[in-house]
C-alpha cells in the first residue's frame, strides 16, 4: 500500500465525520431554535393571560367601588336632606345624568330632546378641554361649585 493513498483514504472519512458532524450541530441548533421559539411563544400567552385576568380584576375592583361610593353618597343624601353633599349631588346628577330612563332612577324630570342633545355637546367638549389640559400637564377639577 502506498503511504500516501492510505494517508488520504483515511483523512476522507475524517472529512466526512467532520461535515456531518457540522451538520448534526447545525440540526441541533435549529431544534433549539425550534424549541425557544416554542417556549418564547408559550410564555408571551402566559404573559397576555395573567394582564387579562388583571385586567378583569382591576374593572371588577373599580365596578364594587363605584357601588361602594354611590351607595355611601345617596345613604348620606337621604338622611341629610340639607346637607352640602346632598346639594352638590343634586345639581351634579341634574346636569350630568341625561338619558330619561338614567334620570327616573334619581326622581329627576326627564329632559326634552333640544336639552339632552344641548348638555350632550356641552358635557362632551368639557371632556375634550379636560383631555387637552390633561395632556399639558394640568388637572381640571371638573365638578367645583
Request: net charge positive; aromatic share 2%.
Amino acid at each position: 500500500m502506498n503511504p500516501e493513498t492510505t494517508d488520504t483514504a483515511q483523512a476522507e472519512p475524517t472529512g466526512n465525520s467532520d461535515k456531518s458532524r457540522r451538520l448534526s450541530l447545525q440540526e441541533q441548533k435549529n431544534l433549539l431554535e425550534e424549541r425557544h421559539k416554542k417556549e418564547l411563544a408559550q410564555l408571551k400567552a402566559k404573559i397576555k393571560a395573567e394582564e387579562q385576568r388583571e385586567k378583569i380584576k382591576d374593572r371588577k375592583n373599580d365596578a364594587r367601588r363605584k357601588i361602594i361610593a354611590g351607595a355611601l353618597v345617596l345613604h348620606h343624601m337621604d338622611k341629610n336632606t340639607s346637607s352640602e353633599v346632598h346639594q352638590v349631588m343634586t345639581r351634579l346628577l341634574n346636569e350630568y345624568v341625561v338619558k330619561d330612563t338614567e334620570r327616573a332612577l334619581f326622581d329627576l324630570p326627564p329632559l326634552s330632546p333640544d336639552e339632552q342633545s344641548q348638555r350632550l355637546n356641552r358635557h362632551a367638549k368639557e371632556r375634550k378641554k379636560e383631555s387637552a389640559h390633561a395632556d399639558a400637564g394640568f388637572e381640571v377639577q371638573r365638578y367645583e361649585k
